[in-house]
């Protein structure tokens, strides 16, 4: 999910408490605290050696120790935490939304909001496990080499029916 399309969602629903399912059933504590918004700019070369670059846009959420709230924050408080940020970093609207949350049952990671959906009024985040990739096998190579694609040969005629030396078939 882009940034601009996550910001909107929450623009859309101010009077919503948010909340995030980290897993099927699991979810942040309602006291957690939106700490940072980071801006990463990546830039990598893949085993292709093609160059890629990309910004993502991480949230850091974090539970305090004193579970302090049985509420979640209110879509507007988080808006106001963004109004903030971006007072002080141009956010990348085409940047990829990360979502970086960890407790003492839970590894510290960075997931993908997978939807967002509303439930009892709540916006309800429900993140995603992000995985690699090979960039250079989607583009049709294997370590900037070409992969040699599988051929099929679907109806062509049997040997000796119509393919006789001289045919022109082989």
Request: aromatic share 6%; hydrophobic share 35%; charged share 25%.
């Amino acid at each position: 999910m882009k940034w601009n399309d996550f910001k909107t969602q929450l623009q859309r629903n101010p009077e919503m408490r948010l909340q995030f399912e980290y897993q099927s059933d699991s979810w942040v504590d309602a006291s957690y605290h939106l700490t940072e918004i980071k801006q990463a700019q990546i830039v990598s070369v893949d085993c292709g050696g093609k160059m890629n670059a990309w910004t993502e846009v991480i949230l850091q959420l974090w539970e305090p120790d004193n579970k302090d709230s049985k509420t979640a924050m209110e879509v507007s408080k988080a808006m106001k935490i963004i109004d903030q940020v971006e007072s002080a970093v141009a956010l990348h609207p085409e940047g990829v939304v990360k979502i970086e949350f960890g407790n003492q049952s839970f590894e510290m990671r960075q997931m993908l909001p997978g939807s967002i959906e509303i439930a009892n009024g709540n916006l309800v985040v429900k993140l995603a496990a992000d995985k690699t990739q090979c960039k250079a096998m989607d583009r049709g190579e294997t370590c900037g080499v070409p992969v040699k694609k599988k051929v099929s040969l679907v109806g062509l005629p049997i040997a000796g029916e119509s393919c006789d030396p001289g045919s022109g078939c082989c």
